[in-house]
């Protein structure tokens, strides 16, 4: 096999693996995404996708370092959490920053987009490192042309966001079981918190405990406000 077939199959599998393990990072580039009129969304894709682009071929060639920092990984599962949670709860906002879109705003989702893909591409960044075998080349390459599938993946689930404002409970809860699988995937974490069936029950456990704070907080801002328009009924028109 020549050194260019070589580096064509190896793209080929980038390709073929990183969409295939990328279907959670559109939900997450969609729901982040979905607060910003039409045409700051396409920035704010494009932007974020290619400054993730660049980081995940840098993060490729010290891969296996970066998944043996103690921690790393269940840090990552906490803050994708919190953005799970954070996206939820914050509708009132995200329909303000549609009405108003501003420059710190974009620069803040665009900064979401990278972390949050980041943190879920680790086990990704694994599996393209072992595939490319150290051709930097394949790797580039392979994820520049997977990561317009994904956008178009995200295009499709902001649509349906639109259309259906619940499902926004479906897509905190891919997430938050995203980030119990990325914490319990961590050998720190799994010192702490070992047991039988641990693969399923801390992902169901962190999934249960978002969905839950979401509520709780919903349902405590929705009697605040009813509360403030009793109380001052001008507010209410």
Known sequence: MTAVTAIMLSTL???FVNALLSADNAVILAMIIRPLEERHRRHAMVWGSLILVILLVALTGIANWV???PG???AGAVFLAWIALKLLISKQEAE???KRPEHHSM????LWIVLADLIMSLDNVVAIAAIANGRFASIAVGLLISIPIILLG????????DRFPILLWAGTAILSWTAGHILVSDNWFARW???PGDDWIIPLGVTV??????????RSRARSEARVRQERPELAD
């Not at 405990?209 to 919903?218: G, K």
């Open 209 to 218: 405990a978002v969905l839950a704070m979401a509520l709780v907080w919903l």
């Open 193 to 195: 918190a070992s047991f």
């Open 13 to 15: 599998n980038i390709i």
């Open 67 to 69: 998944m043996r920092i």
């Open 72 to 74: 790393v990984k269940t």
């Open 107 to 110: 620069v803040k989702i665009i």
């Open 96 to 98: 303000s920053t549609r």
């Open 154 to 161: 995200s295009r499709g689930v902001v649509a349906l966001l």
